[in-house]
């Protein structure tokens, strides 16, 4: 899996957009962009993934550059409750075979958002 | 709809006793899941279930640890003779196909050996 660097931590205000960014340099052609969130004391959440093209769903949006480098999770308006840590994953669809269902998480981003 | 479920939350045990810790995946989800995460630590991979057999194990600490699945749905993993070293959040996700994107993670369970 490609390595990322995320920013150990990021403040935003309620209400205002939450814009955390990845680098992920080394990604390889077939390598998804995926991001999930812990919240204290709960388990991971799924949030997002993408390959090329930005994507949105009920929770976020993601948007990757066109060399595929970078990218950034928004939570258009973030509430108290999104603060979490953030993990972007850059790693290749488990079903393209072998043990791609294998999750890590690196150290991720704690997103604290303010009242 | 029902999210993945764990029990318990929390257990407290003793050196050297047996724990079973259960998990309830999404209903239909076929492929389940466990990690456990250390304090601090990051997600550790123990086991992978497809529907009722465990193709991959590979993840599994020692022979202390087992787990298996029932009808395709709950999944149970033990642990023999804890040890202190086994103190951490069991976490289980399910996902509808070996080959989805996304994993659904329960809230874990927090074991603590004293």
């Known amino acids: 899996d490609a390595k990322t660097t995320q920013p150990p931590s990021m403040d935003c205000a309620e209400g205002r957009a939450a814009n955390l960014p990845c680098n992920h340099s080394?990604?390889?052609?077939?390598?998804?962009v995926y991001w999930y969130r812990q919240i204290h004391s709960q388990g991971p959440q799924y949030i997002i993934h993408?390959?090329?093209n930005n994507e949105t769903n009920e929770m976020a949006s993601l948007i990757i550059t066109e060399d595929r480098k970078s990218s950034t999770l928004i939570l258009p308006h973030a509430t108290l409750r999104d603060t979490a840590v953030y993990y972007c994953?850059?790693?290749?669809?488990?079903?393209?075979?072998?043990?791609?269902?294998?999750?890590?998480f690196g150290k991720g981003t704690l997103l604290t958002v303010n009242p | 709809g029902a999210g993945v479920s764990q029990s318990p939350s929390n257990k407290v045990t003793e050196k050297g006793k047996d724990v079973e810790l259960r998990c309830d995946p999404i209903?239909?989800?076929?492929?389940l899941y466990w990690y456990r995460q250390s304090l601090g630590q990051g997600l550790e991979f123990l086991i992978y279930?497809?529907?009722?057999?465990?193709?991959?194990k590979s993840g599994l600490p020692s022979d202390r640890f087992s787990a298996e699945r029932t009808g395709g749905s709950v999944s149970t993993l033990t642990i023999q003779r804890t040890q202190q070293e086994d103190s951490a959040v069991y976490l289980c996700?399910?996902?509808?196909?070996?080959?989805?994107?996304?994993?659904?993670f329960g809230p874990g369970t927090r074991l603590t050996v004293t």
């Open positions: 996700a399910s996902s509808p196909t070996r080959g989805s994107h996304e994993q659904y």
């Open positions: 080394t990604i390889s052609g077939n390598e998804y």
């Open positions: 993408g390959l090329k």
């Open positions: 994953i850059v790693r290749v669809a488990s079903i393209s075979g072998g043990s791609n269902y294998k999750l890590t």
């Open positions: 209903s239909g989800h076929t492929a």
């Open positions: 279930f497809q529907g009722n057999s465990a193709p991959d």
